[in-house]
């Protein structure tokens, strides 16, 4: 499946900016290219949480989570990272590699 | 005022490149760092030879048959013997590189280049090729081992080596993949550096703090692999005693090797282990490398500079002093920093705890193989300050006849896998006469070999991955290699074992009782002998390897670690464990300096003090088979604490002997902790409610049994 990737950022009142960004397709390092200039782009926003729903996404490469790594670099170690309904094959790879540690995986983003 | 970071390399002008080939856009590089390092918008490579002639980089995307570029080092990119290079705009995620390297061939004078062979980068942080175990490589590959890029991105969190004292080990020597491999193992991704974090409960149950992963650095387990002759099983490089890059984690150990994440999975599992208190240790081969003899293949530094990394003869031969075909020329200056900086790198960035050096011996030699009386390697790794925590072991002898046990150039600073205590311990349990005066400097860290280095500079162990496994040292008089498929010739011959009076497995009752009983024995001598115990994987269940002291070459059950041996020798675990727990719990088992035979705290009794048949009075007779030493623990840790009374008696006669008990003061009484001849259910009691002795006069130990008493 080809990749596309949609992302927005809303204001919660009285507790800050939420960037949602979705993921469809296949992850690989061409596409963790788009996937970076997009998490570049939403940091700008500084936002304080950062969901990301991937229940489209089948295949996510090692590009990919050096994204995830790197979104946690760029906007902080403050933000906390969603991820919504990843497939088992992602979530086994994010606990291998311990970046399960650095975000939440959840059914529906809790706000 | 806060820059942005973005604007700042847009200004400066070495980021920008004044060079193309191809359509790859490059300029000249940095010297230093050597290896393949990210710069912004490209990738700096750097790589050295002492006399090659020209230098082409070479580049693949991943997994590709045919190079997409190879672009020639300019001259003017060369600094020394430095080639390096910024090329702009590659996919780092994807990117896989190598050398061509131009220069005489002429192995008379040392040199053997050969450019039309692509070889590794001895700096890759990472290698690709054998990214998953076993899977059969392409034997048409044009470079089969291919150098990546690894990233510095991990999150540490708040990690940090742990430095415990390192008298205060409890060292557990593992195999990566035999860990976990086997199906009782019940692990998800069995077999890989993953798979280890599902075991560290169990780790932390036994008592250990310390894990020695035998070599995890890329090798090449196809590495003069062939089936066996018997069972037509393929045989293969299973210990990875021959390193293809000693930079990179090996990828087929990783269960995201595939990926190319084999480095943030080993990190995970370290950072797991430290969580839970495990210090993790390297077993490190630094003594030769998978290139072999001049029959060998080139992978890296052959092509990349023969004479520099190799010790050669007169004639451009290889010296063999590690038995299998070459020699790292260890102290040569330019090698003394490769391994240096391997060294640091594996410290700061995978925050290890210590290595161990596999025939470390060969470490101290010169350039023409004489032994250094002041090997430079050494003590650089001694005094290095980025190494300065980091616990540093060698195996002080090499296959060249250079034994250093005892004698190992040590700066203050290097411990010694102690050949000697294997030998003498397992000698006495034998029951061999003249070994009662060995054991007394053994069960002390060995003060004969390490007076003046203290009893830490002493790791005491009874098997290793070398060798019989503890259970096989009783159930096995003569070695049984020939699924090695080497007609039995291969393995040491010295195993100073005893069958019990059964060659291999059997269903009687007294020799099966008595071969375990042979195991706490030696499990009780270990726990109790100042210096650091190191246990081999599953010693403390009864693994047996069926009488095969050498099994480097099997994927399959004589290395793969038995967990169901768990339930069946339960009881050896229980005192296993026990055993751990007590000497954690008594910190005069753990000194870090040698005993002064002397009352120099005032307590009434000397720091330790043997005894017999009668106390005071030990028979260190041609003919004695027994002995027993007493701790004063108003002396553990020189005095500073106070801990119980510890007497221990050893007996490996095959009657039974009474020994007077030495008297205790100040209302103290002796008690049993441990009794190696009970039943196994009764063989040792729990700690801190140990029940006192029949009698406070005098004990009977059973025939070839090991009791430990707790005077409080």
Same mark, same amino acid.
């Given at each position: 499946?080809?990749?596309?990737?949609?992302?927005?950022?809303?204001?919660?009142?009285g507790?800050?900016?939420?960037?949602?960004?979705?993921?469809?397709?296949?992850?690989?390092s061409?596409s963790?290219?788009?996937?970076?200039?997009?998490?570049?782009?939403?940091?700008?926003?500084?936002?304080?949480?950062?969901?990301l729903?991937?229940?489209?996404?089948?295949?996510?490469?090692?590009?990919?989570l050096?994204?995830?790594?790197?979104?946690?670099?760029?906007?902080?170690?403050?933000?906390?990272?969603?991820i919504?309904?990843p497939?088992e094959?992602?979530?086994?790879?994010?606990?291998?590699?311990?970046?399960?540690?650095?975000?939440?995986?959840v059914?529906?983003?809790?706000? | 005022?806060?820059?942005?970071?973005?604007?700042?390399?847009?200004?400066?002008?070495?980021?920008?490149?004044?060079?193309?080939h191809?359509?790859?856009k490059?300029r000249?590089?940095?010297?230093?760092?050597?290896?393949?390092?990210?710069v912004?918008?490209?990738?700096?490579?750097s790589?050295?030879?002492?006399?090659?002639?020209?230098?082409?980089?070479?580049? !693949?995307?991943?997994?590709?048959?045919?190079?997409?570029?190879?672009?020639?080092?300019?001259?003017?990119?060369?600094?020394?013997?430095v080639?390096?290079?910024?090329?702009?705009?590659?996919?780092v995620?994807?990117?896989?590189?190598?050398?061509?390297?131009d220069?005489?061939?002429?192995?008379?004078?040392?040199?053997?280049f050969d450019?039309?062979?692509?070889l590794s980068?001895?700096?890759?942080?990472?290698?690709?090729?054998?990214?998953?175990?076993?899977a059969?490589?392409?034997?048409?590959?044009?470079?089969? /081992?291919?150098?990546?890029?690894?990233?510095?991105d991990?999150?540490?969190e708040n990690?940090?080596?742990?430095?415990?004292?390192?008298?205060?080990?409890?060292?557990?020597?593992?195999?990566?993949?035999?860990?976990?491999?086997?199906p009782s193992?019940?692990?998800?991704?069995?077999?890989?550096f993953?798979?280890?974090?599902?075991?560290?409960?169990?780790?932390?149950?036994l008592?250990?703090?310390?894990?020695?992963?035998?070599?995890?650095?890329? /090798?090449?387990?196809?590495?003069?692999?062939?089936?066996?002759?018997?069972?037509?099983?393929?045989?293969?490089?299973?210990?990875g005693?021959?390193?293809?890059?000693?930079?990179?984690?090996?990828a087929?150990?990783?269960?995201?090797?595939?990926?190319?994440?084999?480095?943030?999975?080993?990190?995970?599992v370290?950072k797991?282990?430290?969580?839970?208190g495990?210090?993790?240790m390297?077993?490190?081969?630094f003594?030769?490398t998978?290139?072999?003899?001049q029959?060998g293949?080139?992978?890296?530094?052959?092509?990349?500079?023969n004479?520099t990394?190799?010790?050669?003869?007169?004639?451009?031969?290889?010296?063999?002093?590690?038995?299998?075909?070459n020699?790292?020329?260890?102290?040569?200056?330019?090698?003394?920093?490769?391994v240096?900086?391997?060294?640091?790198?594996?410290?700061?960035?995978?925050?290890?705890?210590? !290595?161990?050096?596999?025939?470390?011996?060969?470490?101290?030699?010169?350039?023409?193989?004489?032994?250094?009386?002041?090997?430079?390697?050494l003590?650089?790794?001694?005094?290095d300050?980025?190494?300065?925590?980091c616990?540093?072991?060698?195996?002080?002898?090499?296959?060249?006849?250079?034994?250093?046990?005892?004698?190992?150039?040590?700066?203050?600073?290097?411990?010694?896998?102690?050949?000697?205590?294997?030998?003498?311990?397992?000698?006495?349990?034998?029951?061999?006469?003249?070994?009662?005066?060995?054991m007394?400097?053994?069960?002390?860290?060995?003060? +004969?070999?390490?007076?003046y280095?203290?009893p830490t500079?002493?790791?005491?162990?009874?098997?290793c991955?070398?060798?019989?496994?503890?259970y096989?040292?009783?159930?096995?008089?003569?070695?049984?290699?020939?699924?090695?498929g080497?007609?039995?010739?291969?393995?040491?011959?010295?195993?100073?074992?005893?069958?019990?009076g059964?060659?291999?497995?059997?269903? +009687?009752?007294?020799?099966?009782?008595?071969r375990?009983?042979q195991?706490?024995?030696?499990?009780?001598?270990?726990?109790?002998?100042?210096?650091v115990?190191?246990?081999?994987?599953?010693?403390?269940?009864?693994?047996?390897?069926?009488?095969?002291n050498?099994?480097?070459c099997?994927?399959?059950?004589?290395?793969?670690?038995?967990?169901?041996?768990?339930?069946?020798?339960?009881?050896?675990?229980?005192?296993?464990q026990s055993?751990?727990?007590?000497?954690r719990?008594?910190?005069?088992?753990?000194?870090s300096?040698?005993?002064?035979?002397?009352?120099?705290?005032?307590?009434?009794?000397?720091?330790?003090s043997?005894h017999?048949?009668?106390?005071?009075?030990?028979?260190?007779?041609?003919?004695?088979?027994?002995?027993a030493?007493?701790?004063?623990?108003?002396?553990?840790?020189?005095?500073?604490?106070?801990?119980?009374?510890?007497?221990?008696?050893?007996?490996?006669?095959?009657?039974?002997l009474?020994?007077?008990?030495?008297?205790l003061?100040?209302?103290?009484?002796w008690?049993?902790?441990?009794?190696?001849?009970?039943?196994d259910?009764?063989?040792?009691?729990?700690?801190?409610?140990?029940?006192?002795?029949?009698?406070?006069?005098?004990?009977?130990?059973?025939?070839?049994?090991?009791?430990?008493l707790?005077?409080?």
């Open positions: 499946m080809s990749f596309s990737i949609n992302s927005n950022v809303s204001e919660v009142v507790t800050g900016k939420v960037a949602t960004i979705e993921l469809t397709g296949e992850l690989d061409l963790a290219r788009l996937f970076q200039k997009e998490i570049e782009k939403v940091a700008l926003e500084s936002p304080k949480d950062l969901v729903d991937m229940e489209n996404l089948s295949f996510m490469a090692s590009a990919g050096r994204v995830l790594i790197f979104s946690k670099q760029k906007i902080g170690p403050s933000l906390n990272i969603y919504v309904k497939q094959a992602i979530v086994d790879t994010l606990d291998k590699t311990g970046l399960l540690h650095s975000v939440t995986i059914d529906k983003y809790p706000s | 005022m806060a820059t942005n970071t973005k604007s700042i390399n847009d200004i400066r002008i070495d980021y920008y490149p004044t060079h193309e191809e359509g790859i490059f000249r590089g940095h010297a230093m760092p050597y290896g393949a390092t990210t912004p918008n490209g990738v700096n490579f790589i050295s030879s002492s006399a090659a002639t020209a230098c082409t980089l070479v580049l !693949f995307d991943r997994g590709a048959p045919q190079p997409f570029a190879e672009i020639p080092f300019p001259d003017e990119f060369r600094v020394g013997d080639y390096c290079m910024i090329v702009f705009d590659l996919d995620e994807r990117l896989e590189y190598g050398y061509r390297m220069g005489p061939f002429a192995p008379e004078l040392g040199h053997r450019k039309s062979v692509i980068d001895p700096y890759a942080r990472s290698l690709g090729g054998r990214d998953t175990w076993l059969e490589p392409n034997w048409d590959d044009v470079y089969p /081992y291919r150098s990546r890029l690894a990233f510095e991990f999150d540490w990690d940090h080596p742990l430095e415990y004292p390192i008298e205060d080990l409890m060292i557990y020597e593992m195999h990566v993949r035999a860990f976990t491999q086997h193992a019940k692990v998800k991704n069995a077999g890989t993953s798979a280890i974090k599902h075991k560290i409960k169990y780790l932390k149950e008592g250990v703090n310390c894990v020695e992963l035998m070599p995890i650095y890329e /090798y090449d387990e196809w590495e003069n692999s062939k089936p066996n002759p018997v069972t037509g099983e393929m045989l293969v490089n299973f210990w005693y021959s390193t293809v890059n000693f930079f990179s984690p090996k087929g150990y990783a269960a995201t090797g595939k990926f190319g994440m084999q480095v943030d999975e080993l990190k995970t370290i797991e282990l430290h969580k839970n495990i210090e993790v390297l077993d490190v081969v003594n030769h998978a290139e072999g003899d029959r293949h080139t992978i890296s530094f052959r092509g990349i500079d004479k990394y190799y010790m050669l003869t007169p004639e451009g031969y290889y010296f063999n002093f590690s038995g299998t075909g020699t790292l020329n260890c102290n040569n200056p330019i090698v003394r920093d490769m240096l900086d391997c060294l640091r790198y594996w410290a700061a960035d995978y925050h290890i705890d210590g !290595f161990r050096f596999d025939l470390a011996a060969i470490l101290g030699r010169a350039q023409d193989g004489s032994p250094l009386s002041n090997p430079p390697l003590e650089s790794l001694a005094y300050p980025i190494l300065a925590k616990k540093l072991i060698a195996e002080a002898w090499d296959a060249g006849g250079l034994y250093q046990v005892g004698s190992f150039p040590a700066y203050g600073r290097w411990a010694e896998w102690n050949g000697k205590y294997r030998d003498t311990v397992r000698k006495f349990l034998k029951g061999d006469t003249g070994q009662v005066g060995e007394v400097q053994r069960i002390q860290g060995s003060p +004969d070999l390490y007076y280095r203290g500079a002493s790791i005491n162990f009874i098997a991955h070398d060798g019989f496994t503890l096989d040292m009783f159930a096995y008089n003569e070695k049984h290699n020939e699924a090695n080497e007609d039995n010739r291969d393995g040491g011959n010295d195993n100073h074992s005893w069958n019990c059964w060659e291999g497995e059997t269903d +009687d009752i007294e020799i099966n009782f008595l375990r009983k195991i706490k024995n030696a499990l009780s001598i270990l726990l109790v002998s100042q210096g115990p190191m246990l081999l994987m599953g010693d403390e269940m009864g693994r047996t390897k069926l009488g095969n050498n099994t480097y099997h994927d399959n059950e004589l290395n793969w670690l038995d967990w169901s041996l768990l339930k069946k020798n339960k009881s050896l675990f229980e005192f296993a055993l751990i727990k007590f000497r719990a008594h910190p005069v088992l753990r000194s300096t040698h005993f002064a035979h002397s009352d120099y705290v005032g307590s009434g009794y000397p720091d330790i043997f017999g048949a009668r106390a005071w009075n030990m028979d260190g007779a041609e003919y004695s088979r027994s002995f030493f007493m701790l004063d623990g108003d002396h553990a840790k020189q005095g500073v604490i106070k801990d119980s009374m510890i007497y221990v008696a050893m007996n490996m006669y095959w009657e039974s009474t020994f007077e008990l030495p008297v003061n100040r209302d103290r009484k008690h049993v902790f441990s009794n190696t001849d009970m039943p259910s009764e063989a040792v009691n729990t700690l801190g409610k140990e029940p006192l002795t029949a009698s406070q006069e005098s004990i009977v130990i059973g025939p070839r049994s090991v009791m430990i707790v005077g409080k």
